[in-house]
């Protein structure tokens, strides 16, 4: 009985598998290998156009950022100050300290977001660009191909 599930989890996954990239050999191919250069041309200019858009988002990200740690950061000090000041043990002082505490988490916090999207809008574009490679690629392979059947 393992050995019936094992196989037909292999044939399963066998057939799952990605086949190789079609190779044109012919001249009655060019058609499909010219529709295929075209379609790839579109989808790397269009990822072009993806990137451009990440990369803005991505300054206005890291100037997001930039003023969150800023923030944070006199939060921070503030912070510190009332709770110098709250010393003293009056109830009133103790509320404000309380308050600044409050207001400084929120904004490490807000930072802590700011750089996230930092770094989740570079893994965007590092993807973006990992993509243009294998297109760009694939464009290469299909030249080679073109030349090879007019040869």
């Given at each position: ?35 295929e ?41 503030r ?73």
């Amino acid at each position: 009985m393992k050995t019936v599930k094992y196989l037909l989890l292999m044939g399963v996954s066998l057939l799952c598998l990605k086949t190789e990239a079609q190779k044109y050999k012919t001249r009655a191919d060019s058609t499909k290998l010219n529709l295929e250069y075209t379609k790839l041309q579109s989808e790397i200019s269009q990822l072009e156009l993806n990137r451009k858009e990440a990369e803005l988002n991505l300054s206005s990200f890291q100037e997001k950022a930039e003023n969150s740690t800023l923030n944070a950061e006199k939060s921070s000090a503030r912070n510190l100050d009332d709770a110098n000041i709250a010393q003293d043990g009056s109830l009133h002082s103790a509320k404000i300290e309380k308050k600044s505490a409050n207001t400084a988490y929120r904004d490490s916090r807000t930072e802590k977001k700011d750089n996230n999207s930092v770094q989740s809008e570079s893994k965007k574009i590092r993807s973006i660009d990992a993509d243009i490679r294998k297109k760009q690629k694939r464009i290469l392979e299909l030249d080679k191909m073109r030349t090879e059947l007019v040869g």
